[in-house]
T-cell receptor, first 118, second 113 residues
Framework: KAGVTQTPRYLIKTRGQQVTLSCSPI?????VSWYQQTPGQGLQFLFE???????NKGNFPGRFSGRQFSNSRSEMNVSTLELGDSALYLC?????????????????FGPGTRLTVL | SQQGEEDPQALSIQEGENATMNCSYK?????LQWYRQNSGRGLVHLIL?????REKHSGRLRVTLDTSKKSSSLLITASRAADTASYFC?????????????FGAGTRLAVHP
């Protein structure tokens, strides 16, 4: 099976612009999560989608948004970019939704998109 | 804030030696996962251990979990230069909601030939 793919791999934007990142999960996986990795804050959870619905959200401002399509592919969007948004953005997919409100599945990560905001 | 804290922050060893990394966390969890990351690339899943398990093995990897102490350890035996990477523990808190992983700051492992 092909792994999780993310496009583009690298992006350079300027402050105030917006950006859209794409993630294709492993075939058959229905849950997609997004994470931000920075040297200062480490790896932080952004949000999770399952069956085109956002089921969980981290503590990020509303400038960060996402969506999931019927084929489970997901996009995340960051509007009005700030310098501090420079980071490696990682998406992860897992086989199915969870029960009982907690994760039971292994999450498989993509290679990430390196976003630089100038 | 991060739930997990890894210890040590950095570890330097020779090929053939064993490497042990520790992870502590704060809240009750459903499972704990260990990941490896090479030079700012994507995360590679190593092992998932559930809260009702105490030890798991995968090849040269051995993971233990002590839920009473809220801690876990990752042992890599007979290290190789290719094991050089950052290692992260990630917890799935029971109160975290769907598929939310909380990562520690990671341990940077350097294995010298």
């Amino acid at each position: 099976k092909a792994g999780v793919t993310q496009t583009p791999r690298y992006l350079i934007k300027t402050r105030g612009q917006q950006v859209t990142l794409s993630c294709s999960p492993i075939s058959g996986h229905r849950s997609v999560s997004w994470y931000q990795q920075t040297p200062g804050q480490g790896l932080q959870f952004l949000f999770e989608y399952f069956s085109e619905t956002q089921r969980n959200k981290g503590n990020f401002p509303g400038r960060f948004s996402g969506r999931q399509f019927s084929n489970s592919r997901s996009e995340m969007n960051v509007s009005t970019l700030e310098l501090g948004d420079s980071a490696l953005y990682l998406c992860a997919s897992s086989w199915a939704g969870t029960s009982g409100g907690f994760s039971t599945d292994t999450q498989y990560f993509g290679p990430g998109t390196r976003l630089t905001v100038l | 804030s991060q739930q997990g804290e890894e210890d040590p922050q950095a570890l330097s060893i020779q090929e053939g030696e064993n490497a042990t990394m520790n992870c502590s966390y704060k809240t009750s969890i459903n499972n704990l996962q260990w990941y490896r990351q090479n030079s700012g690339r994507g995360l590679v899943h190593l092992i998932l251990i559930r809260s009702n398990e105490r030890e798991k093995h995968s090849g040269r990897l051995r993971v233990t979990l002590d839920t009473s102490k809220k801690s876990s350890s990752l042992l890599i035996t007979a290290s190789r230069a290719a094991d050089t990477a950052s290692y992260f523990c990630a917890t799935a808190p029971i109160s975290g909601g769907y598929n939310k992983l909380i990562f520690g700051a990671g341990t940077r492992l350097a294995v010298h030939p």
